[in-house]
């Protein structure tokens, strides 16, 4: 693998914490591709239990994109039930972004992201309260739903 510029990187699917992205690559002088700061191969990793057998190299772009999967399937678990306080909690640290405000429902987006584009967002239908992490364009109407059918549901 020949890069000139941090166009590669190591993804690592297990990783407990963060992104899975682990480092940045360069090429090496002897033309392996180490770690940006520390000068490691992704073996010598793999080796130290630094990361999982599972992680690789790989552009960028690809890595991104699998970043925000992981974030996505971590951070977007449905509708939480709150209580009003809670919701109006949410609603006042900051001033709300996209505030949609209908007869029988409210919602609002909390404007500071969780991670890359997922987003709190804060839905009130009737007297039901709810708290939502999905990406910054959903529509109002289908966090709407997605707690109505939440509603739906045994506890």
């Given at each position: 693998m020949n890069i000139d510029s941090?166009?590669?990187?190591?993804?690592?699917?297990?990783?407990?914490?963060?992104?899975?992205?682990?480092?940045?690559?360069?090429p090496a002088e002897d033309g392996s591709l180490?770690?940006?700061?520390?000068g490691l191969t992704l073996e010598a990793l793999k080796a130290s239990g630094q990361v999982s057998p599972e992680a690789s190299v790989c552009p960028w772009e690809e890595a991104a994109a699998l970043s925000r999967c992981r974030a996505r399937?971590?951070?977007?678990?449905?509708?939480?039930?709150?209580?009003?306080?809670?919701?109006?909690?949410?609603?006042?640290?900051?001033?709300?972004?996209?505030?949609?405000?209908?007869?029988?429902?409210e919602v609002f987006m909390v404007p500071e992201c969780i991670t890359d584009s997922i987003y709190c967002f804060g839905v009130r239908i009737d007297e039901d309260y709810f708290l939502i992490n999905e990406e910054a364009l959903t529509?109002?109407?289908?966090?709407?739903?997605?707690?109505?059918?939440?509603?739906?549901k045994p506890q």
């Open positions: 941090l166009e590669y990187c190591i993804f690592d699917p297990s990783a407990k914490v963060g992104t899975g992205i682990f480092d940045f690559m360069r180490v770690t940006l700061i520390r399937q971590r951070l977007c678990q449905g509708p939480q039930r709150v209580t009003r306080e809670r919701w109006l909690e949410s609603f006042e640290v900051l001033f709300p972004a996209r505030w949609e405000q209908a007869e029988d429902y529509p109002a109407k289908v966090l709407v739903q997605q707690c109505k059918v939440s509603m739906e």
